[in-house]
């Protein structure tokens, strides 16, 4: 008889004005995995947040496992067997690897004992679900791909029966998302309980046995996997109909605008992260680079936005150079028309203690247009960014809220906003939707495509091959550092994902 | 978002914990006072009255918090760009020399009134000289700004023991310490401005460099929130990767903002030098640039709550000294001890009692824990 691991009941949360969740009830079946979608904001993390002990209801009850819990703390939560990997990873980033793990587990006093008896443990985990990581690298040395394994690994470690992953695969490639799924239904045939949140509703039609659907702070339906589709789904969370993939007229490539050439960049430790890359992007087109996160995309993108020094190589904009193995500076490149939207928005794009009018003049904060001499403009800022908050639809539309109590998608519709509007010539996107709902992704790729038909240059990374496909009208496939192929835009995801796996490359090399 | 970024109301932000901070520095203060077996109560009056009781008391009360405000200023503008500037003790001792040379110079040939000027502009000059090279020294080639400024302090004091037994002292003097500035070095009191609300005031140092104090704590509130300036140093504080992403260049904007911390050391200096005793003698400083640190803390990095951190400093100097004349029990050092105890609960441990408070609040009414109310529908 199928039992509830989790039933939440009558939850209530608002955060001053906003109520982030509102009469929310949800049964999760033990031994099962329940996913649970809705737009940006819908209170989603909140509501599992409130499970995991990081936020209070206002009122409800929380039953685990048939029993009322009262849930104060995470570490609460972890005695009840419950697991969580964040939207937004909560790592040491100068730790490393095992150092984190252990973290807040430590079985004695003594750290060296822990460490031994965590690493052999770690090495079983590792090998029974094949998550591979370097156990001594430190956080900040690892891709974003491989941080979130560890963030697997730490609810694992700590013994988790019911295990919350919220949006785990944004930043994941499908094959990397297979192999998590392939993680997570081992997890249910042991019996544990899989809580998923995501955007991606072709994940929750792949894997889920129930979903529950949130709008708004409410739950608007619940409905057995099997019985239900794709477009319901989109239908159901947004309330109107959504095209998943946007259409696009041809692209009319004019005059190469951005040209790389002979690139190469290393990372801290002096690997070769991009190794001789050349390639153009053109006036009117969308060029994508595909590849498995930590395949050297990051780097590339730092180097042409002058973040990172480049070991060697030119990068010509508009046709005059950029100076990438020498004192290229961001803020200059972004005079000349390079526009960047980072990949990492909480450390790069976004300063989180900021309020949102701050963060959406990041970058451009010594335009005059947003100063009186040498202050800040005040009124023209919160203006200009009252002018984004209702164009590109943030939620809630406050710029005095701080930016970290925007939802995860929010977030990044603020940095898209605020490069994007400052109608660039050349714009380089990194990972332009993760974490974006499927109304969000509609309006993002649109605009982009707009961009395109300006005559603006577009270079897109992407580790979603789906996004890649419908937005790009060529696409580059990147491998160690390397770029492997170039294919168009009606490329099957099968051969993208081969010469991802560099699977072309190893057969020329013999 | 998943961060837990509960927040208190602000009544409760910035005063609520504040009290609860100093009344349990003060109740451990009080078992001391017990230990030597003084009445705890009785220490308590004579402190607050010692500070505000009376005229004279005021006057001085304010005049060590003109001290702290500037070195408190001085430590926040750094603190906003992520440096912990430590050298701020140092930075004001320099920031004596620049005031030296200046008044040792024009003292006989010109009013106060353009002799104050100048030495305003040589104290803040020496004093940013004194923080700008551990500044370089931590854009440039990495070393800790924490490590630096410490040695700068041990520097400091060095070059101007070297300086006060040698070229600066008069000869024939055995003092360690520069000639008396003539009367045109001597700053105007601010005595009668307490005298107006009707309290007598024998003798006390308090001068216009109360004024400039509070001058100073609005420009760097001005600087810090509204300028581009202060923009820069707050991303940098916060996030350097967004720094370098938004074309901050990281070598300006340490050096910048550890200048102008330094400045503000520096002009320390103008009220005891200046505005009391109209000399420059070793050890003036006497740690003002430590307490500093503590009324940074204290006041949230905020000019207001600096001000108001700097007057309760100045009570504790001003009633502390008071209390060990009026009770033979508590000697000076334990005056010490108090001053430690607050900084201890109201800096150091800042955040002890925050997490208890925010769960109590939390459990009383969980709506109040959330951010300020915002517009429009929740999404
Ligand atoms: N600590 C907080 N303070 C104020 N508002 C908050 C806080 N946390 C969340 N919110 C607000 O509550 C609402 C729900 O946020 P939540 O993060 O749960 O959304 P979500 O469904 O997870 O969205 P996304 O898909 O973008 O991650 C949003 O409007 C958000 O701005
Ligand atoms: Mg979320």
């Known amino acids: 008889m199928a039992q509830a691991a989790i039933e939440l009941i009558g939850i209530n949360k608002s955060f001053g004005a906003v109520r982030a969740n509102r009469d929310i009830n949800l049964e999760v079946t033990r031994g099962t995995i329940h996913g649970i979608v809705g737009e940006n904001g819908a209170g989603k993390s909140t509501l599992m947040s409130i499970l995991y002990g990081f936020y209070q209801a206002d009122s409800g009850e929380i039953r685990v496992g048939g029993k009322p819990a009262s849930i104060k703390t995470s570490n609460d939560a972890i005695a009840l067997g419950i697991g969580m990997v964040h939207q937004h990873f909560m790592l040491v980033d100068n730790f490393s690897v095992l150092e984190n793990i252990i973290l807040g587990a430590e079985s004695n006093a003594l750290l060296k004992s822990s460490i031994t008896k965590a690493r052999s443990e770690l090495d079983r985990l590792e090998r029974e679900y094949g998550l591979e990581v370097d156990p001594d690298a430190l956080i900040e040395e690892l891709p974003v791909g491989l941080q979130q394994r560890v963030e697997i690994l730490k609810a694992l470690y700590r013994g988790a029966e019911i295990l919350i992953l919220d949006e785990p695969t944004g930043v994941l490639t499908p094959a990397e998302a297979d192999h998590l799924f392939r993680i997570l239904k081992q997890l249910k045939e042991q019996g544990k309980t899989v809580v998923l949140i995501t955007h991606k509703l072709r994940e929750i039609m792949a894997i889920t046995d129930t979903v529950s659907v949130m709008r708004q702070g409410t739950m608007v339906a619940t409905r057995e996997t099997s019985k239900t589709t794709v477009e319901e789904l989109a239908e159901l969370m947004v309330g109107r109909r959504v095209l998943l993939r946007v259409e696009k007229g041809e692209a009319e490539a004019g005059a190469v605008k951005l040209s790389v050439r002979n690139l190469t960049v290393k990372d801290q430790r002096g690997v070769t992260m991009v190794d001789d890359v050349s390639l153009d992007v053109r006036a009117g087109e969308i060029v994508g680079i595909a590849g498995v996160a930590g395949n050297g995309q990051s780097e590339l993108l730092e180097a042409i936005s002058g973040i990172r020094r480049a070991v060697s190589g030119t990068v010509m904009l508009d046709g005059k150079p950029i100076d990438v193995t020498g004192v290229a500076d961001p803020g200059e490149l972004r005079d000349r028309g390079l526009a960047h939207v980072p990949e990492d928005r909480h450390h790069v794009g976004l300063v989180l203690a900021f309020e949102e009018h701050e963060n959406s003049i990041l970058g451009y904060h010594d335009k005059q247009r947003f100063l009186k001499g040498p202050f800040l403009n005040v009124d023209a800022i919160m203006a200009d960014a009252k002018d984004k908050i209702a164009k590109y639809d943030i939620r809630p539309g406050n710029p005095r809220l701080k930016t970290a109590n925007f939802s995860g998608g929010n977030q990044q519709k603020i940095v898209l906003a605020r490069e994007i509007e400052q109608d660039p010539g050349v714009l380089i996107v990194g990972q332009p939707t993760r974490g974006v709902d499927v109304g969000a992704i509609e309006f993002i790729h649109k605009r982009l495509i707009a961009m395109r038909d300006q005559g603006k240059a577009v270079l897109v990374v992407s580790v979603e091959l789906d996004e890649i496909r419908s937005l790009c009208d060529r696409i580059l496939v990147m491998f160690a550092g390397r770029i492997v192929g170039e294919r168009g835009p009606d490329a099957t995801e099968g051969e993208l994902g081969l010469l991802m796996a560099g699977v072309e490359q190893q057969e020329a090399a013999q | ?379």
Not at chain 2, 17 to 38: Q, T
Not at chain 2, 188 to 207: D, Q
Not at chain 2, 269 to 279: C, E, F, K, S, T
């Open chain 2, 1 to 379: 978002m998943s961060t837990p970024y509960a927040k208190l109301p602000a009544w409760a932000d910035y005063g609520l914990i504040p009290l609860i901070n100093l009344s349990v520095a003060f109740i451990v203060a009080g078992l001391v006072v017990v230990l030597v077996g003084e009445n705890p109560f009785r220490a308590a009056v004579i402190l607050v009255e010692g500070a505000f009781g009376k005229g004279t008391g005021i006057a001085f009360t304010l005049f060590y918090a003109t001290t702290f405000i500037f070195t408190g200023l001085s430590v926040a503008v750094a603190a906003h760009c992520s440096l912990f500037n430590i050298g701020t003790e140092g930075q004001a001792y320099i920031g004596g020399l620049g005031i030296a040379l200046v008044c040792l110079s024009f003292d006989a040939t010109l009013p106060w009134w353009l002799i104050f000027p100048m030495a305003i502009v040589a104290a803040a000059a020496f004093g940013a000289l004194w923080g700008l090279i551990p500044a370089y020294l931590q854009a440039k080639r990495g070393s800790h700004i924490v490590i630096t400024t410490i040695m700068f302090n041990f520097i400091a004091a060095s070059v101007m023991v070297y300086l006060l037994v040698g070229p600066l002292k008069p000869a024939g003097s055995q003092a360690p310490q520069t000639r008396n500035f003539l009367s045109g070095a001597e700053l105007p009191k601010l005595n009668w401005v307490i005298e107006l609300f009707g309290a007598k005031i024998r003798s006390a140092p308090l001068n216009v460099c109360f004024l400039l104090a509070l001058v100073m704590a609005f420009l760097v509130w001005l600087l810090i929130w509204r300028t581009r300036l202060g923009y820069e140093m707050r991303t940098y504080g916060h996030s350097p990767k967004a720094a370098r992403y938004a074309g901050i260049s990281e070598t300006r904007i340490i050096i910048t903002a550890m200048m102008i911390s330094g400045a503000l050391a520096g002009m320390m200096a103008l009220n005891p030098v200046m505005g009391d005793q109209h000399n420059v003698a070793i050890d003036f400083v006497s740690g003002a640039g430590y307490v500093g640190i503590a009324v940074a803390l204290m006041g949230r990095l905020h000019p207001v709550g600096i001000v108001l951190a700097a007057i309760l400093f100045g009570m504790l100097y001003q009633g502390g000294a008071e209390l060990a004349f009026e009770m033979p029990a508590i000697s000076r050092d334990m005056i010490v001890i108090i001053q430690g105890l607050v900084i201890l609960f109201a800096g150091a441990l800042e955040h002890m009692f925050r997490p208890y408070i925010q769960a109590l609040f939390a459990s009383v009414s969980p709506k109040t824990v959330g951010m300020e109310a915002v517009k429009g529908k929740g999404a």
